[in-house]
Nanobody, 124 residues
Framework: QVQLVESGGGLVQAGDSLRLSCAVS????????MGWFRQAPGKEREFVAA????????RYANSVKGRFTISRDDAKNTVYLQMNSLKASDTAVYYC?????????????????WGQGTQVTVSS
């Protein structure tokens, strides 16, 4: 069973930065495509960023492009989401997800494993 544990959320001011981490259990982390999603109160969970299993390809939602960066460290079984120039509209619970796949996965329903989420609150 694959387990994902997010960390790094918190309360920040607009314009600040945060780095989220997602630690993945298991020995096959390098075979997983990884993604970050977020869910604001009263809204559906939406795609934020994804990275393929080699780390050579990434994709971002238009709303975060140029501000967020997804990366992975296979030696640490961890995927990161560096968030810069945060806005109040970025406030949400952020979830990481994993799927054993060779390509980018940007569709929420295609992911097999999910973390419990970490709250990010950006005050204006």
């Amino acid at each position: 069973q694959v387990q994902l544990v997010e960390s790094g959320g918190g309360l920040v001011q607009a314009g600040d930065s945060l780095r989220l981490s997602c630690a993945v259990s298991g020995r096959t982390f390098s075979s997983y495509a990884m993604g970050w999603f977020r869910q604001a109160p009263g809204k559906e969970r939406e795609f934020v960023a994804a990275i393929n299993r080699s780390g050579g390809s990434t994709r971002y939602a238009n709303s975060v492009k140029g501000r967020f960066t997804i990366s992975r460290d296979d030696a640490k079984n961890t995927v990161y989401l560096q968030m810069n120039s945060l806005k109040a509209s970025d406030t949400a619970v952020y979830y990481c997800a994993a799927k054993a796949a060779p390509t980018i996965v940007a569709v929420r329903q295609w992911y097999d494993y999910w973390g419990q989420g970490t709250q990010v609150t950006v005050s204006s």
